[in-house]
């Protein structure tokens, strides 16, 4: 089964290789990242996406900048630390992986023990430990979920949570992965993903270079397909968890939720516990990052809006818990009431 891998090392270690998803589903590119200007544009500008893959790239790119600044004295690096991880932080305000990612770096960069190549060896292991531990929290996580599927399982998924916005098989796909792999005839049905389109130009490109069967829908086709009967169970992925178990999560996702549990069908979740925000009590809490009106009015070039016209794109909602039947997790399979603390 081929597997795109969204972000690794580029030779040598002296680039962050991703996949150019902006280019999908036209042209499988590539670019290599070396500065933090440029790790912050791909992450901005959705060249890499996903909240695992963006704190994996932000991750590695953080080592890199750090290991120009390691023969220097411990009070510059610390400046410079805080500074490269406030540039990357700020790029994405929705997603926790990126800040549980860069504090993993900061919490290297700050340990007085470490200097010059003894520095840059740390942080360039610990970069790879998240890249790997994501790869094996996705495997986790679809062993969980693959719990859940009926035999040969109708699925309705949102956004892209897969390959492609992890390091491994994906969040919310990896049970389709594995139910593919143990034989299962699984068929899932893809919201194209208003206004940027990572259902249809992402997840359905990449269910198909794994021989997946897909179906494209547009996103307000969702709840006719549920009344069809032609749905056993809706998954998404998540960018955030409060603690109470409201997801955050590509804007679209609440009106999935809304439909399936109108029509009687489980709504479920998948996510690395380094989703999971202890910290945010609610989703109330949750910062909802704001994108260019442009991305609504001109979509991919053509105009599709009045040149002037105001307009509110969010890139996330807030999915309540209580619409939600289960959340999966490397840990397992969490239901509620849904209470997610530091532990």
């Not at 023969?71 to 400046?79: I, K, L, M």
């Not at 489980?266 to 910062?287: E, H, K, L």
Request: hydrophobic letters at 50%.
């Amino acid at each position: 089964m081929a597997m795109p891998e969204a972000v690794r090392w580029g030779p040598g270690r002296r680039s962050v290789r991703i996949i150019d998803q902006r280019a999908l589903p036209g042209a499988l590119a590539e670019l290599d990242l070396r500065t933090v200007d440029e790790a912050c544009a791909a992450i901005r500008t959705l060249a890499v996406r996903g909240a695992p893959a963006i704190g994996i790239a932000a991750a590695m790119a953080f080592a890199l900048a750090m290991g120009e600044h390691a023969p220097a004295p411990a009070e510059t690096r610390a400046a410079r630390a805080r500074a490269i991880a406030g540039a990357l932080r700020d790029t994405r305000p929705t997603a926790v992986n990126l800040g549980w990612a860069l504090d993993r770096m900061l919490a290297v960069a700050a340990d007085p023990r470490l200097a010059g190549d003894a520095l840059r060896d740390a942080l360039a292991r610990e970069a790879t430990a998240i890249l790997d531990e994501d790869r094996a929290m996705c495997r986790r996580i679809g062993e969980h979920a693959l719990t859940l599927f009926p035999v040969d399982a109708r699925v309705a998924t949102h956004c892209n949570a897969g390959a492609l916005a992890t390091g491994g098989i994906g969040t919310a796909l990896a049970a389709v992965y594995l139910a593919a792999e143990r034989g299962d005839r699984v068929r899932v049905f893809v919201d194209e993903t208003r206004p940027l389109l990572q259902g249809s130009r992402l997840t359905a490109w990449e269910l198909q270079q794994a021989g997946v069967d897909a179906v494209v829908i547009a996103d307000s086709a969702a709840a006719s397909v549920m009344r069809r009967g032609d749905v056993d169970l809706c998954i998404v992925g998540a960018d955030r968890i409060a603690a109470n178990g409201d997801v955050a999560n590509k804007v679209g996702t609440y009106a999935l939720a809304v439909a399936a549990r109108h029509h009687g069908i489980p709504f479920y979740v998948a996510a690395p516990s380094s989703s999971f925000d202890p910290a945010t009590p609610t989703g109330a809490g949750i910062v909802i990052e704001q994108r260019a009106a442009d991305e609504i009015r001109r979509g991919f070039g053509s105009l599709t809006a009045p040149p002037a016209i105001p307009v509110y794109n969010p890139a996330f909602d807030v999915t309540p818990a209580d619409l939600i039947t289960a959340i999966v997790s490397d840990r397992g399979v969490h239901r509620p009431p849904f209470e997610f603390t530091a532990s």
